[in-house]
């Protein structure tokens, strides 16, 4: 992953970004205060420390997201078997840069996992995990809140579990004397983004096909597989850009849930065509 992202893909402009506001944290700014930035921190916070680890320089950055990736296959490979994860994981590169947006959908998939292997089981680590997407990156933390309560067996343990994380980092900002900025920017501000930087295009018509797809499986399933009400609510990643870039990241985790009822015979026959017609 880490070979394909160094030298097959260019440069983009949210990764650049990305990296200014993660450099900025490790040379000590404070986020909010001392620049500003539009989304919750965390995902900073995480790339700053590969800053501090490897240096200053682009690739620190995909280095930490392609070992996230790597954590990904592993999940997927256990979820998934080898054949189909060799389907969906050209998918995840094809067009991958370092965001938050990647990093919410890790925790995602991490969630995903949970939900599908234990059940109630680790519940209370799903709210904490839908909570720490919410200080990656708050539309998606405040539509994931939805199916958190909806399953939930005891709503107001895990309405306070998935606010811990959010504590957590308020608690440093108002120390720092920034936390009135991260409410501005971060909540107050989502508005005025959404209406500026509301785009439609061929992708929109494509993510009302993705929505449409998992609500037809949440009602014929009459709501009992989770994972599909996490999913669609994630899928608010998308807006308001409706581009080539947030809707692969809203596409990956449904591609995943078409390859779970794959035969793999199927793909067995697709592969062995696939090598005799090279």
């Not at 998918?91 to 998939?109: E, G, Q």
């Amino acid at each position: 992953s880490f070979c394909y992202k160094i030298f097959f893909l260019p440069l983009n402009g949210d990764e650049i970004w990305c990296y200014g506001f993660s450099y900025n944290i490790a040379k000590g700014l404070v986020i909010y205060r001392d620049f500003n930035v539009m989304v919750t921190p965390l995902y900073f916070f995480l790339s700053s420390i590969f800053i501090h680890l490897f240096g200053n320089y682009l690739i620190s950055m995909p280095l930490f997201d392609c070992i996230l990736i790597g954590f990904l296959a592993i999940i997927l490979y256990k979820r998934l078997g080898l054949y189909k994860l060799l389907l969906l994981y050209p998918i995840i590169i094809i067009y991958y840069f370092p965001s938050y947006n990647y990093f919410s959908m890790f925790l995602l998939f991490v969630i995903i996992y949970l939900l599908d292997s234990h059940d109630n089981k680790y519940y209370d680590v799903v709210s904490f995990l839908a909570g720490l997407i919410f200080i990656s990156k708050q539309s998606i933390g405040m539509f994931l809140l939805i199916p958190v309560l909806f399953y939930s067996k005891n709503r107001l343990k895990s309405l306070v579990i998935y606010f811990i994380p959010f504590f957590i980092v308020s608690f440093y900002l108002f120390i720092q004397g920034a936390f009135f900025e991260f409410i501005n920017y971060c909540f107050l501000g989502m508005f005025d983004f959404g209406k500026s930087n509301l785009e439609f295009s061929i992708f929109f018509l494509l993510e009302i096909l993705l929505c449409l797809y998992l609500m037809i499986k949440l009602f014929r399933g009459r709501f009992r597989n989770k994972k599909y009400l996490f999913i669609l609510m994630f899928q608010i990643n998308s807006y308001p850009i409706f581009d080539l870039g947030h809707f692969i990241v809203c596409l990956i985790p449904v591609v995943y849930c078409v390859l779970e009822n794959f035969e793999v015979k199927k793909l067995r026959l697709y592969y062995r065509f696939l090598l005799m017609s090279v």
